[in-house]
T-cell receptor, first 113, second 114 residues
Framework: EAEVAQSPRYKITEKSQAVAFWCDPI?????LYWYRQILGQGPELLVQ????????DSQLPKDRFSAERLKGVDSTLKIQPAELGDSAMYLC???????????FGPGTRLTVL | AQKITQTQPGMFVQEKEAVTLDCTYD???????LFWYKQPSSGEMIFLIY??????QNATEGRYSLNFQKARKSANLVISASQLGDSAMYFC???????????FGTGTSLTVIP
């Protein structure tokens, strides 16, 4: 069964450092999402791609966060510099089209010290 | 404004019994989608069931069913014949009519007791 792949699964970093997360969606899925989930809360949508284009990034803290999906397949989410409040689970999801069901990857659990 | 409300932070159910997890939503859209996801302690979000706003029948997927009451703006998840493996966090979510916005609730922690 096709799955969304994410790496790394766990990342520990010190504040002020740069971190990057990678996501490979299910093959053929045009829409890709990045979410942040703080412990005890539901996921919050950070950015949504349709192919290589950003559809919505209104919740992305653009002073330190960036996301790209250059070839419309896999995607990278970067944080620079990381802050203590960035400690969270970062989830990637994909869907065939923008109104279809989203399927999630295993997530990257980030700890900022 | 809170789009999805899950008022039950934690629920307990006896194995083999049925349980209902509550979800209410807020939207002025005519077209929207409602979803339930399960999140075990491992962290992955697992899709369970979907209900479209124009669907007249309540959605069912195996032991999962969605009790959709449009006028009340509620979309409760019913799990029948609970199993120990059902212990997890459960999130209700809504997609708006554009598909550009997706909102999750705060989740309900379900514990199945042997």
């Amino acid at each position: 069964e096709a799955e969304v792949a994410q790496s790394p699964r766990y990342k520990i970093t010190e504040k002020s450092q740069a971190v990057a997360f990678w996501c490979d969606p299910i093959s053929g899925h045009a829409t890709l999402y990045w979410y942040r989930q703080i412990l005890g809360q539901g996921p919050e949508l950070l950015v949504q791609f349709q192919d290589e284009s950003v559809v919505d990034d209104s919740q992305l803290p653009k002073d330190r966060f960036s996301a790209e999906r250059l070839k419309g397949v896999d995607s990278t989410l970067k944080i620079q510099p990381a802050e203590l409040g960035d400690s969270a689970m970062y989830l990637c999801a994909s869907s065939l089209a923008i109104t279809d069901t989203q399927y999630f990857g295993p997530g990257t659990r980030l700890t900022v010290l | 404004a809170q789009k999805i409300t899950q008022t039950q932070p934690g629920m307990f159910v006896q194995e083999k019994e049925a349980v209902t997890l509550d979800c209410t939503y807020d939207t002025s859209d005519q077209s929207y989608g409602l979803f339930w996801y399960k999140q075990p302690s491992s962290g992955e979000m697992i899709f369970l069931i979907y209900q479209g706003s124009y669907d007249e029948q309540n959605a069912t997927e195996g032991r999962y069913s969605l009790n959709f009451q449009k006028a009340r703006k509620s979309a409760n998840l019913v799990i029948s014949a609970s199993q120990l493996g059902d212990s997890a966090m459960y999130f209700c979510a809504m997609r708006d009519h554009t598909g550009n916005q997706f909102y999750f609730g705060t989740g309900t922690s379900l514990t199945v007791i042997p």
